[in-house]
Structures are given as structure tokens and as C-alpha cells.
Nanobody, 124 residues
Framework: QVQLVESGGGLVQAGGSLRLSCAAS????????MGWFRQAPGKEREFVAA????????YYADSVKGRFTISRDYGKSAVYLQMNSLKPEDTAVYYC?????????????????WGQGTQVTVSS
């Protein structure tokens, strides 16, 4: 099994920045592409960003493009989400996810492992 643990969430004012981290442990060789999703109260969990196994391919939701950056560190078995120019509508629980395949997916159902989530709250 693979365990994913997110950290770095918190309360920030609009226009501020946060950096989320996701640490993977266990059978990490089973995890290839990684992604971030978020879920706001009363809404469906939605795709935010993803990165390929090699790290040379990334993809972002239109709502965060140009503001968020996903990256990974193989040595630390970690993936990060740098969030800049935060807006109140970015408020949500952010989840890290991993999948067996090396290619990116924007679909929740195509991810095999999930973290417990970290709360991000952006005040206006």
C-alpha cells in the first residue's frame, strides 16, 4: 500500500501564497503520476493540477492556471503545490492523489491513492 500525507494548509488573506506538500510512503514505486484535487463545502471534488512520472509534464485546471505550480521531488517521494495570488474561491480541502500510470488524468476515478486532505482557507 501507499500512504499519502498532505501538509501546509492554513488561513491566508486574498492575494497571499501557500505551499502544500504531499509525502508518499510505503510502496511508492506503485505511484507514478500525481495530482491535486480540492473540495469546497457543498461541492464536488474537482481537479486542480497533475504531474507526470518524469515530472516533465504538468496540467492545470483553468481556474488555477498561471497561479498554481505543481512539482515533485523523487528523492523525498514528495509532490508540492505552490499556490500564489490566492482568492476566496480557492477555499477548500485539498487532496493529494497518486495513480499507477505515468500519464496525467483529471478524473478522480483514475487515481488509486488519496491523502486525508488539508484545509486551505482564503479570507477576503
Amino acid at each position: 500500500q501507499v500512504q499519502l500525507v498532505e501538509s501546509g494548509g492554513g488561513l491566508v488573506q486574498a492575494g497571499g501564497s501557500l505551499r502544500l506538500s504531499c509525502a508518499a510512503s510505503g510502496r511508492t514505486f506503485n505511484v507514478y503520476a500525481m495530482g491535486w484535487f480540492r473540495q469546497a463545502p457543498g461541492k464536488e471534488r474537482e481537479f486542480v493540477a497533475a504531474i507526470t512520472w518524469t515530472g516533465d509534464g504538468t496540467y492545470y485546471a483553468d481556474s488555477v492556471k498561471g497561479r498554481f505550480t505543481i512539482s515533485r521531488d523523487y528523492g523525498k517521494s514528495a509532490v508540492y503545490l505552490q499556490m500564489n495570488s490566492l482568492k476566496p474561491e480557492d477555499t477548500a480541502v485539498y487532496y493529494c492523489a497518486g495513480r499507477y500510470y505515468s500519464t496525467i488524468s483529471v478524473f478522480r476515478s483514475e487515481y488509486d491513492y488519496w491523502g486525508q486532505g488539508t484545509q486551505v482557507t482564503v479570507s477576503s
